[in-house]
């Protein structure tokens, strides 16, 4: 590595620690209270409904915080109910016409032919609609209705209602939003005010049989062979369509950015300059597309060279997609992320991302610093500048100065 080249890693590696890495203490304190939360919700919910005990398989930790790609205060988490149809249910998946999403017909005869399985999953044929298709809008309003049952167990006091656990007493109510239901939960924990939002999306787990049809769907290359479906409505066609559901491959997704010791601190800076640049419309899930495309291409080694090539690397990738209109889902490549984004405002971000890599380019030798003007906020910077820090003057090489997650790279495995 060149000294300019080492320059601009120190300068990444800078931003990461002071600005983007999450506090282990917080990390741990949220863990705990979210396990503990979860535990004691989940049970009651068992309790209160036979059909969501016998469809409960397990909770899949998902979202950003937990694929560690949480930028800023770890305050929001994606939990997944994982529920799993029985085996006598016979099932006929469809691809739907909007790219991503699949339909599913249940045949419930063997089911209801055994009196113990249908008084087991009684209920269940309420899911579906009158062509016995899974109705993504009735399974959410059920999963509504059990939180709900569960909840009232739980003290009821000004306003919301009150969950004990070994750290304390901790107050929270639920919002719906989307295929979800928020808890929103405040207190005090270890003198330190606590305002947490946790999303529980209700998700069937399909078994590899059900894996969709290769083309157009992508071959499963990782070790994890269940994959999700999410009742998620389908953005920007104003269809409204309670028979499609999102198709989720997270546990795959997750293999493949294990190991790859700077592709996730990478990832981190490049959302953290998408806020700062004010790219709107560029959802988190679009940016780790762009890594999931870069690792398609490259060897394993790759992501082991240093944070700045790395980082360098997907944001001109990012700007070439940005610049071609396509950010392609990594599973099927006939769905356009960004199709919804005008061109005029594609063109306009490409312009600016062109500008930032031209920039930063040409002061790797005099002003290495040049690359934190954009991925901070003004107020970041003049911190950033203030801090002093040997990184920044240092001539070791990445490996020393920085030392990425081992294992499976996450700063926020359940503890």
Request: charged share 30%; net charge positive.
């Amino acid at each position: 590595m060149s000294k300019s080249e080492n320059n601009l890693e120190n300068v990444l590696q800078k931003i990461n620690r002071k600005f983007i890495s999450l506090p282990d203490n917080d990390i741990k304190r949220n863990n705990q209270i979210i396990q503990q939360l979860l535990e004691l919700i989940v049970t009651e919910m068992e309790q209160k409904n036979t059909l969501f005990k016998s469809l409960y398989n397990r909770t899949f930790y998902g979202g950003s915080y937990y694929d560690g790609l949480r930028v800023g205060q770890p305050d929001e988490f994606d939990l997944d109910l994982l529920l799993l149809l029985p085996k006598k249910v016979d099932i006929i998946q469809k691809i739907a016409n909007v790219p991503g999403f699949v339909t599913l017909q249940l045949d419930l005869t063997n089911l209801f032919k055994q009196a113990e399985l249908k008084e087991r999953y009684k209920g269940i044929e309420k899911l579906l609609d009158d062509k016995n298709y899974l109705d993504n809008d009735k399974v959410r309003r059920w999963m509504e209705g059990v939180v709900v049952s569960a909840l009232n167990k739980f003290q009821f006091k000004n306003g919301s209602y009150k969950f004990n656990i070994d750290m304390g007493t901790l107050s929270g109510n639920v919002h719906k939003s989307g295929p979800a239901f928020t808890l929103k939960i405040e207190g005090i924990i270890h003198n330190k005010k606590i305002n947490l939002d946790i999303d529980l999306v209700p998700c069937f787990e399909l078994t590899k049989e059900y894996w969709p049809q290769s083309p157009p769907f992508r071959k499963n290359s990782t070790s994890k062979t269940n994959f999700f479906i999410v009742p998620k409505p389908i953005k920007g066609t104003g269809q409204v369509n309670n028979r499609n559901w999102r198709l989720s491959f997270q546990e795959q997704e997750r293999e493949l950015m294990k190991s790859k010791a700077y592709l996730k601190p990478s990832i981190k800076l490049l959302k953290k300059l998408r806020d700062t640049e004010k790219l709107n419309a560029i959802a988190s899930y679009y940016i780790k597309t762009v890594a999931l495309s870069e690792i398609e291409k490259r060897e394993t080694e790759f992501w082991n060279t240093s944070l700045s090539t790395v980082f360098m690397t997907l944001l001109k990738s990012f700007a070439q997609m940005l610049e071609k209109g396509e950010i392609n889902y990594y599973w099927n490549k006939k769905n356009n992320l960004i199709k919804a984004i005008s061109e005029q405002t594609r063109s306009n971000w490409t312009g600016r991302l062109r500008k930032i890599i031209k920039d930063v380019e040409g002061h790797l030798v005099d002003t290495p610093t040049k690359i934190a003007e954009y991925i901070l906020t003004p107020e970041e910077y003049k911190r950033f500048l203030q801090v002093e820090d040997d990184f920044i003057k240092s001539d070791l090489p990445s490996h020393q100065s920085f030392q990425p997650l081992k294992g499976n790279d996450s700063q926020c495995m359940i503890l």
